[in-house]
């Protein structure tokens, strides 16, 4: 195995900023032969059946490349995040652990983790990494970012409101690798961030009416 020995996670979504599971050392580097979208349905985190969020998962470039998209610049075609090492003892508890977490759709699959987008050589090789293919139940596929901006802003679940995850995790990113390009994530989060200030806008403007009314019907 090259570079760091043991058992490693890749996260690329909530595991970047949610980590619920005992780690002895964590990595940020970048994968490469997908792209990061929004196309995966979640039904038991970030929305419930019948109004499912959005979350993340990974596109394999040969089967995205036949999707429709809004974004096609080459510089999104590596995929930054973090990895995780698991404690040698405790790899079997987190598994199972992680294996709950993401059952919704995603399976177990294994990638190469580079530190620098120039690296030839990984910094780890082998790291297990949470997709949900294309071929699974919860894969919702491409939709506007018009709509899944919309979507996303509404959605909410027992792990909370939709926005949250993607503002939480555009929030990471730009902690993480400021020099990633990420154009789906963060043209998402522009749409989100200006639906909730639509939101607090009419929120206040009819709590300012209200207050006129009231005041009008005292005097």
Not at 138 to 161: D, M, N, R, V, W
Not at 163 to 178: G, Q
Request: glycine share 8%; hydrophobic share 35%.
């Amino acid at each position: 195995m090259a570079g760091k020995p043991g058992v490693w996670i890749f996260g690329y979504g909530s595991l970047i900023w949610k980590v619920d599971f005992p780690v002895v050392d964590r990595v940020p580097g970048l994968i490469r032969g997908f792209v990061r979208r929004f196309w995966q349905g979640s039904h038991d985190h970030r929305g419930v059946p019948g109004a499912p969020g959005r979350v993340v998962t990974l596109i394999p470039l040969d089967e995205w490349k036949e999707m429709k998209d809004e974004h096609r610049a080459p510089e999104d075609c590596v995929t930054w995040g973090m990895a995780y090492r698991l404690p040698d003892e405790q790899v079997d508890e987190v598994l199972a652990h992680l294996r709950h977490r993401e059952k919704d759709g995603y399976t177990e699959h294994l990638v190469d983790i580079f530190q620098h987008q120039t690296d030839k050589e990984p910094i780890i090789s082998k790291a297990i990494c949470f997709i949900g293919t294309t071929k699974n139940s919860s894969f919702h596929g491409y939709k506007p970012l018009t709509e899944l901006a919309q979507q996303i802003a509404t959605a909410k679940g027992p792990s909370g409101p939709n926005d949250e995850y993607l503002l939480n995790l555009a929030r990471a990113m730009h902690e993480l690798a400021p020099e990633a390009v990420d154009h789906h994530l963060y043209e998402l989060e522009e749409r989100v961030l200006s639906l909730r200030r639509a939101k607090e806008s009419g929120h206040a403007n009819a709590d300012a009416r209200s207050a006129a009314a009231s005041n009008g019907s005292l005097s």
